[in-house]
């Protein structure tokens, strides 16, 4: 069964740092492409960063660049946002996802989300 | 960026009624549209991925039609686990973008 955990969440203050972790289990991360994806207080969703099958090429949402960075450890089955220079904007709840495939082909869609882990940036 | 609007922003409607949600994109994204419901409290669940592609497990009274720019999300008959936020979502262009959401809830 896919499983997907993210923790690291927490209250930190205005241009600090936090780290979240997406714990997977029931397939490899070196099997598919994954993603975070936020979502604001309240608000729709929003698309944060995505790392390829193959640990590299990864993109961001201009929000973030330059100041997040996604990476995982093939070793656990981890997936990782490492997230610095915090902003209010940036309070949210974040989701990894993981890309869906099908019929031997793979797509930029989302068939398995986490809980969520709430990130607060605040004083 | 492409930009999603989707319409109407909320939509009321009945048990066994027809919904049909709208999502217009900025510019083309060929058939690369997928749809998500969200309930509270909830992560998304994929309904549909490029356009019309149904996600493992979706039951068929969701169906998608669309390409360009103009998009369908049609639910047949609704059943009471059906009132929940949806959101499309392209991919056709970096950065991956969602639409706002459209709230169905019941009339």
């Known amino acids: 069964e896919v499983q997907l955990l993210e923790s690291g969440g927490g209250l930190v203050q205005p241009g600090g740092s936090l780290r979240l972790s997406c714990a997977a289990s029931?397939?490899?991360?070196?099997?598919?492409?994954m993603s975070w994806v936020r979502q604001a207080p309240g608000k729709g969703l929003e698309w944060v960063s995505v790392?390829?099958?193959?640990?590299?090429?990864?993109q961001y949402a201009d929000s973030v660049k330059g100041r997040f960075t996604i990476s995982r450890d093939s070793s656990t089955n981890t997936l990782y946002l490492q997230m610095n220079s915090l902003r209010g904007e940036d309070t949210a709840v974040y989701y990894c996802?993981?890309?869906?495939?099908?019929?031997?082909?793979?797509?930029?869609?989302?068939?398995?989300w986490g809980q969520g882990t709430l990130v607060t940036v605040s004083s | 960026e492409i930009v999603l609007t989707q319409s109407p922003a909320t939509l009321s409607l009945s048990p066994g009624e027809r919904a049909t949600l709208s999502c217009r994109a900025s510019?083309?994204?060929?058939?690369?549209l997928a749809w998500y419901q969200q309930k509270p409290g909830q992560a998304p669940r994929l309904l549909i991925f490029?356009?019309?592609n149904r996600a493992t497990g979706i039951p068929a009274r969701f169906s998608g039609s669309g390409s360009g720019t103009d998009f369908t999300l049609t639910i047949s008959s609704l059943e009471p686990e059906d009132f929940a936020v949806y959101y499309c979502?392209?991919?056709?262009?970096?950065?991956?973008?969602f639409g706002q959401g459209t709230r169905l809830e019941i009339k």
């Open positions: 490029d356009a019309s």
């Open positions: 510019q083309s994204v060929s058939s690369y």
């Open positions: 790392i390829s099958s193959s640990g590299g090429s990864p």
């Open positions: 029931g397939f490899s991360l070196r099997s598919f492409a």
């Open positions: 996802a993981k890309a869906y495939c099908s019929a031997g082909s793979c797509y930029s869609v989302f068939d398995y």
């Open positions: 979502q392209q991919r056709s262009n970096w950065p991956i973008t």
